[in-house]
């Protein structure tokens, strides 16, 4: 789990936030959004065996100012968190943390006219972030295909960003943007 550079996520009707992450044509996590909670809390599982894997936690009741907490079940560790950078109406940016807190990257929305144009005109417009490492340079991409549901693509270089942190981090916006 966590050995490719690409990945693909798609949302499932529902009435909640579902979603199944595959690597190539396994899906390997499930996940569902609690609906109706003060505080952002939903788990990933293992797509075969139920096993929770990551457990996503905002540290705040307040989405304009929460970070969301990525922790491996498993193991208990911290792979990082997301948190949303200044509000924007024209563009949309998410800071990576890496487990320390210190940031890790960024997942920025692409270009401001297809973001308007998504918030104003219609959301069918699919939406499209890219990957930056905490120097700013891109190593990644989340890109939107055109379906009833959400469905798009993560590629990462994984030399440079934990896929873990990117992948999970992109279904977590996902999630609270309900794009």
């Excluded at 792979?79 to 950078?85: C, D, L, M, Q, S």
């Amino acid at each position: 789990m966590f050995d490719s550079s690409r990945y693909e996520v798609r949302q499932k009707v529902s009435i909640s936030n579902k979603y199944v992450v595959y690597e190539g044509d396994d899906p390997i996590l499930s996940a569902k959004q609690k609906k109706f909670k003060l505080k952002e809390d939903f788990r990933l599982n293992d797509h075969e065996t139920g096993e929770e894997r990551f457990r996503v936690k905002a540290d705040s009741v307040l989405d304009v100012s929460a970070a969301y907490d990525i922790v491996d079940s498993r193991t208990g560790e911290r792979v990082g968190a997301v948190k949303r950078g200044a509000f924007s109406f024209a563009r949309h940016t998410y800071q990576l943390l890496g487990p320390d807190g210190s940031v890790a990257g960024r997942i920025v929305e692409d270009s401001v006219p297809m973001a308007v144009a998504r918030r104003l005109v219609t959301t069918l417009i699919p939406f499209s972030y890219r990957i930056e490492d905490a120097t700013g340079e891109s190593v990644g991409a989340v890109d939107g295909q055109f379906s009833l549901r959400d469905k798009y693509t993560v590629d990462v270089d994984r030399e440079r960003i934990d896929p873990r942190l990117a992948v999970v981090g992109a279904v977590v916006i996902d999630a609270i943007e309900e794009n």
